[in-house]
């Protein structure tokens, strides 16, 4: 359990290639992973080649792990795949709908996050790249996806450039209820949340975005009201347009 509680993001990486073998090493580990009713509704896109890549980086906002990373794993919800086996053995698949794509979501995050911790147990460093929904419709234009394939996540995954210290979490009792949920008092969010406030990152947070409290750089800067309801509306439009939704 040790590399789990070491997690951290890595976001720059060395120039050195993660060869077709130890990859695929990766992957059989990361399809070990729990899955709906085994039907295993996902598909992975390694993407290694420079051509590709210059493709992909802009869609992942220009960030420094996606331009350094040699290898880029694209984890989408799949039900193409799955859809066709019904079709050739005689039986009218009813998977075009949302409740699959969200079973089908879990399962390709189920396998991202099982070849993060395969990768990382042996040195290797991981981003998530939580753009991959923010450009979904354009990285199914990129990656000649067809209907009832949606991106929901990738990952940068390379050798470390660096070696960051851990990043702050809640603790346990911030998340974590007994037999039932437990709401929190405003005494209680002060708590949980007054170590995260008092961190010299977070201070230094807030002075550079010019506001008055964490919660601020949140809600103003990072994840904007207006940006979070134009990306949700994209995203729907690109479910819509995958076949789901129906």
């Not at 969010?189 to 008092?198: A, G, P």
Request: proline share 4%; with cysteine.
């Amino acid at each position: 359990m040790d590399i789990l509680t070491r997690h951290v993001t890595i976001r720059d990486f060395l120039n050195l290639p993660l060869d077709n073998e130890l990859v695929n090493q990766l992957l059989n580990c990361g399809i070990r992973a729990s899955t709906t009713g085994n039907m295993q509704w996902y598909s992975i896109i390694v993407t290694k080649s420079l051509t590709q890549k210059e493709k992909i980086i802009p869609l992942h906002f220009n960030q420094k792990p996606a331009k350094t990373a040699p290898v880029i794993l694209t984890f989408c919800a799949d039900i193409n795949r799955f859809n066709k086996w019904c079709l050739l053995n005689n039986t009218d698949p009813g998977y075009n709908n949302f409740l699959s794509f969200f079973n089908a979501a879990i399962d390709a995050l189920l396998v991202a996050q099982n070849v993060c911790i395969a990768a990382e147990n042996i040195g290797l460093g991981i981003c998530y790249l939580g753009t991959a929904v923010y450009n979904a419709q354009e990285l199914i234009d990129v990656l000649n996806l067809p209907t009832l394939v949606v991106p929901v996540t990738s990952v940068a995954l390379g050798w470390p450039a660096e070696f960051p210290p851990l990043t702050d979490r809640l603790p346990l009792k911030a998340v974590v209820h007994i037999e039932e949920y437990h709401d929190y008092s405003n005494e209680a969010i002060r708590t949980l949340y007054k170590v995260k406030e008092n961190l010299e990152s977070s201070k230094q947070f807030i002075k550079e975005n010019n506001v008055e409290t964490l919660a601020q750089v949140f809600t103003t800067v990072r994840y904007k009201k207006t940006d979070n309801e134009y990306f949700s509306e994209k995203f729907l439009r690109t479910l819509r347009n995958q076949g789901f939704m129906v």
